[in-house]
């Protein structure tokens, strides 16, 4: 390692050191003493100027290409196949010189540009049928596949996105269509995708232990997805129902938010036993999170209107600088 950049690294953890109170402050003075930098980091300024050249340059070739190309669809499409291409091949290159997480983002970029491919492609050859997320489909199919032969985090997660997308467009929350699949309204079809892609999360752990040993940790992409989904409907109709138009068209009850608020808990406290029980941080994150917005949505819903703007505040402030001074008080005593 360069002894500039080692330097930097030792000073970085003495002075997280001091912040978490471990050393005092003639100690911290004296730690630095004994690892002095240059004042110019000339390494950190020069990758500065390429990233500086880099953004110019990009935009050159952009003003160039208009300037002397006529702008049409065909030829974007040929500039995104191109891109693509260059994405995916340059991720497999800097992955063999193990700049992984490098080859990883340039096949991402190489992913999106096959997502603005379809589209554009979808446009040129278009009907008139309006359906989009057919074209998210086909993304799916090439996408995934890709993403297992890749072997590549960053793409199953724009895998998830792309998939729940095409799942609210396919269902017609967005659509304009008319026809909700299997009669679920708005955020309950989500809540049940959501929770049936957690289900083939678990499936799929418990896969990495043999026959998808090579990825491993994939579930947690899987389980993060479909929890994120699950908790959003929740929230969704803890707050209006299951509503079929979030524009109106639904009266909600006081026994149907009761219903759905202490649904919404329950599943927290759900995920809070299995990350717990399972050693997921992920999971307990989750759980804590949303139990907090929760609570503060119950309260400026039900609560903070009635004690005035001051004192509302002043209450939320207060309890969220409480939360904060507990889960540090934990975080530096788990460290001790």
């Given at each position: 390692?360069?002894?500039?950049?080692?330097?930097?690294?030792?000073?970085?953890?003495?002075?997280?050191?001091?912040?978490?109170?471990?050393?005092?402050?003639?100690t911290h003075t004296t730690l630095l003493s004994q690892y002095p930098v240059d004042n110019w980091?000339?390494?950190?300024?020069?990758?500065?100027?390429?990233?500086?050249?880099?953004?110019?340059?990009?935009?050159?070739?952009?003003?160039?290409?208009?300037?002397?190309f006529?702008?049409?669809?065909?030829?974007?499409?040929?500039?995104?196949?191109?891109i693509a291409f260059a994405g995916l091949y340059a991720g497999r290159a800097l992955a063999n010189k193990n700049l992984v997480w490098a080859g990883?983002?340039?096949e991402l970029l190489g992913a999106l540009a096959i997502i603005g491919l379809t589209f554009t492609l979808g446009v040129i050859y278009s009907k008139g049928s309006g359906?989009?997320?057919?074209l998210l489909l086909i993304d799916m199919l090439v996408l995934l596949p890709l993403t297992y032969l890749l072997r590549n985090v960053l793409l199953l997660v724009l895998n998830v996105i792309v998939f729940f997308t095409w799942f609210g467009g396919v269902t017609g929350y967005a659509s304009g269509w008319g026809a909700y699949w299997f009669g679920m309204n708005y955020p309950m079809r989500f809540l049940i995708a959501g929770l049936l892609m957690a289900g083939m999360a678990v499936v799929h752990r418990s896969a990495e232990q043999n026959r998808l040993r090579a990825y491993?940790?994939?579930?947690?992409?899987?389980?993060?997805?479909?929890?994120?989904?699950?908790e959003m409907s929740l929230w969704l109709m803890?707050?209006?129902?299951?509503?079929?138009?979030?524009?109106?068209?639904?009266?909600?009850?006081?026994?149907?938010l009761f219903l759905f608020n202490a649904l919404w808990a329950g599943f927290n406290v759900l995920i809070l036993w299995l990350g717990?029980?399972?050693?997921?941080?992920?999971?307990?994150?989750?759980?804590?999170?949303?139990?907090?917005?929760?609570?503060?949505?119950?309260?400026?819903?039900k609560i903070a209107g009635a004690l005035g703007p001051v004192l509302a505040t002043f209450i939320a402030g207060a309890a969220t600088l409480g939360i904060v001074v507990h889960f540090e008080s934990r975080r530096r005593a788990a460290k001790a």
């Open positions: 390692m360069n002894p500039k950049r080692f330097k930097r690294l030792i000073r970085r953890e003495i002075d997280q050191l001091r912040r978490d109170q471990l050393i005092d402050s003639e980091d000339y390494s950190a300024l020069g990758r500065w100027f390429l990233i500086f050249g880099a953004i110019a340059f990009a935009c050159g070739v952009a003003i160039l290409g208009v300037e002397i006529e702008f049409t669809l065909q030829r974007l499409a040929i500039l995104l196949g191109i990883r983002s340039a359906n989009w997320p057919a491993e940790g994939f579930f947690k992409v899987w389980l993060s997805g479909g929890i994120f989904f699950s803890s707050l209006f129902g299951n509503f079929g138009s979030i524009y109106g068209g639904h009266r909600e009850t006081v026994a149907e717990s029980r399972y050693q997921l941080r992920m999971l307990r994150g989750y759980a804590i999170t949303f139990f907090v917005i929760q609570a503060y949505t119950l309260y400026f819903w």
